[in-house]
C-alpha cells in the first residue's frame, strides 16, 4: 500500500493503475476503510470513523494539487 500520509487518526494512500474515478484511500486506525473521490472530497465507497474521515478531507482540501499530480502519476505509471 503506497502511503501517501499519516495522521493522526488515519493514513492515506494511492495505489497505481487503480480504477476510476480518481480517488484516494483512507484507512483508519479502528481498521475501517474508505475511497474518497479527488476534487468532491466524498466518499464513494467504504466507511471510517468522523475524526478520520474529517482529518482526511481537512488534509486532502490542503493538498488536492499533490493528489492530483499523484494520481496521474501512478496511473501514467
Known sequence: MPVIVRLQYCVISMFANDHNPPHFH?????????????????????????????EAVEWAKQNTDFLAETWNDYQNG
Not at 483512507?26 to 465507497?45: E, F
Request: proline share 0%.
Open 26 to 54: 483512507i484507512y483508519g486506525v479502528d481498521g475501517r476503510d474508505a475511497q474518497v473521490r479527488l476534487g468532491a472530497l466524498t466518499v464513494i465507497n467504504g466507511e471510517v470513523d468522523r475524526r478520520a474521515l474529517k
